[in-house]
């Protein structure tokens, strides 16, 4: 995924370059719009093995694995034809294990995408600078009735997140576009076992204003 992310960023690098020697003399930068909409995403994660305690002491092997769905949302400004700087938003929860254990994550930051147009196609290389939290409530045993309270592990873990992100847009008007991407969260604030990791697939609308 981060090979992928680097080429696609040097070949709009390039292709951005080459743009500016073609326009010289012309106003390049500056705000020249807004852009913002809602998604949901889905995708399969997986974390490395971790051990959890429950109320009576006794360690258990837990591994975060499984389709993991969410929703949330980003706003962008441009600044210029090629790029466009934000912030987005959003919370994903994964559902896994034998007592359908809970992995929810929330994350947001600052983002900054580098576009290519192309009449009405738009792709993008872009990344997310943030953090976030993943909250972990974990069954330790089946309930014996509807009485008995089941032990339970609960505990949340904060996220320093860099996120690249490639994907693409096609407007139906000039106001509003279907986009289409995906990502990988790197969790780089230490190490943290409990953390699923995995791509998520994207899709919503995206609502423009330009200037």
């Avoid at 680097?6 to 709009?12: C, G, N, P, Q, S």
């Avoid at 995708?43 to 993991?68: A, K, P």
Wanted: proline share 4%; with cysteine.
């Amino acid at each position: 995924m981060l090979r992928i992310f680097y080429t696609l960023l040097f070949l709009l690098f390039s292709l951005v370059a080459f743009s500016q020697n073609g326009e010289a003399g012309k106003k390049l930068w500056g705000y020249k719009g807004y852009a913002g909409g809602m998604f949901i995403h889905g995708g399969y994660v997986q974390s490395n093995r971790f051990t959890v305690i429950d109320l009576q002491g006794n360690e258990i092997e837990q591994q975060i694995e499984g389709f993991t769905f969410g929703l949330g949302g980003k706003m962008g400004v441009f600044i210029h034809r090629f790029f466009r700087v934000g912030s987005e938003g959003y919370f994903s929860t994964c559902n896994y294990g034998t007592f359908k254990n809970n992995c929810r994550i929330g994350w947001g930051g600052v983002t900054l995408d580098f576009l290519y147009p192309v009449k009405k196609w738009i792709p993008f290389a872009g990344i997310t600078v943030g953090g976030g939290t993943a909250s972990h409530l974990i069954f330790i045993e089946k309930p014996k009735s509807n009485t008995k309270v089941t032990p339970i592990a609960h505990f949340s873990n904060p996220l320093c997140i860099i996120n690249p992100t490639i994907g693409v847009e096609f407007q139906t008007s000039n106001r509003i576009s279907l986009l289409l991407k995906m990502d990988y969260i790197l969790n780089v604030y230490k190490k943290h076992n409990p953390y699923p990791k995995g791509l998520r697939l994207y899709i919503g609308l995206h609502f423009y204003h330009k200037k």
